[in-house]
């Protein structure tokens, strides 16, 4: 009995103590799932590319004694990106620092072992002989290489073109099938290695230019490819080729926006070797000529504000139109115009004055359209940055975030009161600070209650067991009939 008597107070001991913990718990600890609410909040950066020690990894298995793994190696390393670019590069440029001429053997032996194969380095992969330095170093070359054409930017494609300059060659066969394979792609970089110090690269790059059909500046910007135009016409700035000024100017009032700054950078790389065609650009579109005095700098500054002021007639026509409606409160309108002038001019200079349609109609469709409601607001934050209404905006945003979190069971007040602080009269944010703070309260009483209650029934049953069993081991003395 003395032993059941332990057990019952020890469970009622732990109750107790466990009712109590209860209560603290609840009352410390936030009802929401600390985790969720950390993974919803929180976000992941991810590297800004890749970085040597992992491009090592994947040459790695080029090494390997089995053909097959090398394949595959280079299989894989042929497949990189755009964010494999620096540290590819960076290991090429390595490479060309060192004398080349022991290439020759495994590169010239490679070709012998598979003459059906296009593929260098799958060649080179299947020849194997990855246990001398030089093997090794001419495959993870090739690999590289093969890289580069995939990346295809103008970087990559320029270095590939370095590698024609060698004193061995030896590369260069499969330089030129992937240069014909890119086309297009590697004009700008051809353009840039026609001054290359190296003559037989120089050499190399106007006879592929020449069966590519672009030798000449007219026929090398025959493109549909905004971003291989633009680096066309900068690859003529850089490498200020006369003939090249021209054409450039055809493109310094373009309604690309990528185009059109790519040719006036590449125009003002020519300073004073560009006045008379800008002297002549100048008459041709104002009807008179530039002052005597002016250097090319000051005349390109007037004529492509000519330029901007005629291209963008009809922008402004439009923003007018949406600023008339944003004044008579029509946000719907005014907004649908301010996207068409965006459109055609993402970087408009009064783009500032569009602003309050944008708030204001993301402040009206915040209750029925959240989404909607942050994409104008994210609109309006990036037409005025540092506007008067900037903090206005990022407190709705905020509170839009809350709202968000409480719809998915998580409450954060920091949210709410970061929103009050940027703008103090933000009246959703104290709203929803208010039910929070009372949401509080209720929890912190069903606590209390909770904790009392555990006590209490502590209390009770320690009493029951020490005092309620008192007695009833007596046997009661027996009476005389």
Known sequence: MTAVRAFV????LQLGAASIAFGAAAQAAPTDDDAGATAAVAAVAAPAGMTDAELEAKLAPLASPDAAARRAAVTALAALGPDAEAAVLRKLASYRKIDDT?????????????????DLAQSLARYGHVDHASGLRALTIAALLGTAAHIATTPAIREMAAWVGPASNVYRPDITRRV??????AVPALILARKDANQDVRRWAFGELESLGKRVPGDAVQTKDNQILADTLQAYGETRDADSIAVILSFVNSDRIQVRNAARTALAAFGQDAIWKLREAYTNLLGKSAPDGWSAD???????????RFRLEDVYALLEQGLDAQKNGKNEDAVAAFDKVLARQPMLDRRAEMVPAYFALGMAVHEADRPRARALLRKA????PGGTRAPQIEAELTVLEGQDLLARGIADEDLF?????LDPGNAEARTQLDRLAADSEVRQERTHRWAAGGALLFV???GIILFGGRGRGKKKPLTAG
């Open 9 to 12: 107070v020890a469970a009622a």
């Open 102 to 118: 022991a290439l020759y053997d495994p590169v010239r032996a490679g070709r012998a072992s598979d003459p059906g194969g296009d």
């Open 180 to 185: 014909k394979l890119l086309g297009d792609h």
């Open 298 to 308: 000051q005349i390109a500054k007037e004529l492509f504000a000519a330029y901007d």
């Open 381 to 384: 934050e990036r037409l005025d």
């Open 417 to 421: 009161q970061r929103a009050l602080k």
């Open 460 to 462: 009770a049953l320690a």
